[in-house]
C-alpha cells in the first residue's frame, strides 16, 4: 500500500479518509502514530468517505481528525464503511 491511500490524521482517530476508492476484500495497511492496522476492506468504499481502523462497539464515540464526529449505531468492524448508516452525528 502506498501512504497515500488513505489520510490518518491524529492518534485518536478510530477512523481514516480514502484517498482513493478502495474495493471490497482489498487488504490495505495503515501506518500512524507508532501503530500499524492491518485491513482487509468489508465493503467498497468511495474516495474521501470513512473506512475504520479498529472495532468500534455501539454507542461508542467515533474520532476522525482527533475530533469526536459520531457515535456509532451498531457494531463498525475494522475495515468497514463507516458513514451515516452506521453512524450518527453528535451535532446540531
Known sequence: MAVSEVLLIHE?????????DLSQ?????VKGFGKVYEL?????????????????AEGELVYKYG????KAKARILPGAYAHVHNIVTLRG
Open 40 to 56: 482487509e476492506v468489508k465493503e467498497s468504499i468511495p474516495i474521501f468517505h470513512k473506512i475504520a481502523l479498529v472495532e468500534i
Open 25 to 29: 476484500g482489498e487488504r490495505i495497511q
Open 12 to 20: 485518536k482517530d478510530t477512523v481514516a479518509t480514502a484517498l482513493r
Open 67 to 70: 475530533e469526536v464526529i459520531g
